[in-house]
């Protein structure tokens, strides 16, 4: 079994800890809530130097690239030579090229593991990661990432996996919210929302909110697992990539903006769920697949 630890035990971060705890490997935690620490029960509480310190592999879960930034120094002052920074969270391509540089100075490693499912997924091993790291470092994470999802694909060097995340996240932003712009446009015909989703996926324009999604929309204020602030960030990091990349990205410009607008309406705590609450406020009429009762 290895020695692991996890820094930030969030929705992804609590439940793959607990996983690892599950697999019988000796696990360290780090979190700034002594109650999300406390919540892993079999893991060993200690801050980020005490995690590095005692980890041959230490998952990063952290909101933000700065977060991550923010941690690593700290993590490679203790950690052991030839130990993996395996960073789970959504960040930036280039921030992540450069952390790997500087912890290459350091003697350690870093792989990119950002992932899709969310915390459910995380809960029932049902993740998907998209890797990006040195084919050796990679190696000796993969035993880890199988267990945790399932799917794992390594797609190259740093930067890659946290490319392929981004460019799955604007395709999932984007037909979440243009299927509310569709029903709000169809709600405004007086058509049943039912049978306008039903009569696009019998036509075959659906995609997977249509598939998947759609069935939740009448249910608001669900504990938040991926919050709307969260996504304003991916989404400025989608425009930050297709601006390093030079490719003209106006859909994305225009979804990380319905998101920003989110925000400003007060629903960035709120789950990604209630992004219809942001498409009614700004159509001025209720989605609802079921009649009022």
Known sequence: MARVGVIGLGNIGGAVA?????????????????????AVSGARAGDVAAVAAA????????????????????????????????????????????????????????????LTGGAVGAQ???LVFMVGGDDEPVARCLPLLERLGRATFHLGPVGTGTTMKLVNSLLAFTCTWVSLEGLSMAAAAGLD??????????????????????????????????????????????????????????????VSGVLADAVAR???????????????????????LSAPT
């Open 18 to 38: 607990a996983n690892l705890v599950e697999d019988g490997h000796e696990v360290v935690v780090a979190d700034t809530d002594p109650a999300r620490v406390a």
């Open 55 to 114: 980890s041959d592999i230490t998952m990063t879960s952290l909101p933000t690239p700065d977060d991550v930034a923010g941690v690593a120094p700290a993590w490679a002052a203790a950690a052991p030579a030839g130990a993996i920074l395996l960073d789970l969270s959504t960040s930036s391509p280039a921030a992540n090229r450069a952390l790997a540089e500087t912890l290459a100075g350091t003697g350690h490693h870093l792989v990119e593991a950002p």
């Open 124 to 126: 029932r091993r049902t």
């Open 193 to 254: 929302l039912r049978t306008a989703v039903e009569v696009v996926r019998t036509g075959g324009a659906t995609n997977f909110f249509i598939d998947h999604g759609v069935d939740g929309m009448d249910t608001r204020g669900r504990p938040t697992q991926f919050a709307l602030a969260l996504a304003a960030k991916d989404a400025r990091l989608i425009e930050a990539l297709a601006g390093a990349s030079g490719v003209p990205a106006p859909v994305a410009a225009a």
């Open 266 to 288: 007060g629903l960035g705590d709120h789950d990604w769920s209630d992004l219809v609450v942001a498409a009614e406020d700004r159509a001025g009429r209720p989605l609802r």
